[in-house]
């Protein structure tokens, strides 16, 4: 049986396991690199690193290596957000300098090819170092082909995409209106709309093995601090209500996924990822019978206010999807019935993962 959940979790509503932690590392300095060992032993056994972001919290290429040989010392997953900060840095500079002041700037000053090297020089230093890494929301095609080429080499290597990559293009930002182009100011950037066939071609062939969401719930209120100064837009949008709904429609529908491919992306192989498997990601006897009752039928429209993520912005305003949850279980209780959430805080707690590395990609499993 599951070891019991912490009493001490009063508030969380679900388990933070499936929905876990990453430990970021913005200054791997020897005494960050020694209490890696203590993060894992409390089982928060991934990473999270940034190649972006230059002087708040990006890595440069030994710090990188450094986290990374750590963490193969200690069997945990290192997550790499792959952009060249430097190249994105003067970019932005150059960009301020010539008066540019509106959010389609920020996508022109985060170009696909900051994250093609940045992929490529992450697979690299893990290369180097002996250690898997995860390089999270791959969004074009140059960074769907670096992992290609590094998994045929035979390296430990996965990826992640988002639903906002597969589903939205850079055509968004040439809005005149600021609310609506401010809407989509995200990290890295939507991309031109000729990758998103890449990135379903990968998922469906086991290239990017999960598709996560960057989930930021911030408000147009928020948003609308960087008005005048694209810099100062808040990068994200909300997507952890839609991920499983979207990916029906578009994917299982449109015939670019199967069924299983579905659960395996967005289920099974971030909990082998991550330390999960088998007590979460699969249903088997000992697992903790987690479902989701999917209804093929039911139809959703995404308006902000028809959903639950505490923000006014839906990136997927007014469109309707075929297919949508019905009821979740948690451990076998119910803990959304037809759509309305009917847990209480203290249902759910943290669960430590485990160490078990995966050495080869989960998308081949059976």
């Known amino acids: 049986m599951p070891p019991p959940l912490d009493p001490a979790n009063r508030y969380a509503a679900i388990d933070l396991g499936s929905n876990s932690f990453h430990m970021l590392i913005d200054d791997p300095r020897p005494d960050v690199i020694e209490e890696m ?158 990758n998103q066939a890449a ?8 290239t990017l093995q999960t598709v996560g969401t960057d989930h930021c719930p911030f408000t147009q209120e928020q948003k609308a601090r960087g008005r005048d100064d694209f810099t100062q837009i808040p990068n994200g949008l909300p997507g952890i209500e839609t991920r499983m709904g979207l990916l029906y429609h578009h994917g299982v529908r449109a015939g670019r996924l199967s069924p299983s491919d579905w659960v395996r992306v967005t289920a099974t192989n971030p909990a082998r ?44 305003a007014g469109w309707e999807l075929h297919g949508w949850p019905r009821d979740v279980l948690q451990r076998g209780r119910f803990a959304v019935e037809d759509g309305e959430f009917v847990g209480q805080p203290g249902d759910g707690g943290f669960i430590a993962r485990t160490t078990e590395v995966v050495t080869t990609n989960p998308s081949r499993y059976d």
């Open 37 to 194: 060992a203590t993060i894992v032993e409390r089982g928060v056994t991934s990473f999270k690193t940034l190649l972006a972001y230059k002087g708040i919290v990006m890595l440069d290429d030994a710090q990188l290596f450094r986290v990374l040989e750590r963490a193969r010392d200690l069997g945990a997953l290192v997550n790499v957000h792959a952009e060249n900060g430097h190249l994105i840095d003067e970019l932005v500079t150059a960009g301020r300098a010539a008066g540019w002041t509106a959010p389609r700037y920020h996508a022109l000053t985060r170009p696909e090819v900051a994250e093609a090297e940045a992929t490529q020089r992450a697979l690299a230093l893990a290369e180097a170092a002996g250690a898997p890494i995860y390089v999270v929301h791959v969004t074009c095609a140059r960074a769907v082909e670096a992992l290609r080429q590094a998994q045929a080499r035979g390296q430990v290597a996965f990826g992640e995409t988002c639903p906002q990559y597969l589903l939205l293009d850079e055509g968004v930002y040439e809005s005149e209106d600021f609310e609506t182009a401010a809407r989509y100011v995200l990290s890295p950037p939507l991309r031109e709309k000729s």
């Open 273 to 316: 990822l991550f330390g999960l498997y088998p007590r979460k990601g699969t249903l088997i006897p000992g697992s903790d019978a987690d479902v989701v009752i999917f209804d093929p039928n039911r139809r959703k429209t995404l308006d902000a206010e028809a959903l639950h993520m505490n923000t006014d912005i839906s990136p997927y």
């Open 199 to 206: 990135l379903w071609a990968a998922l469906a062939a086991g």
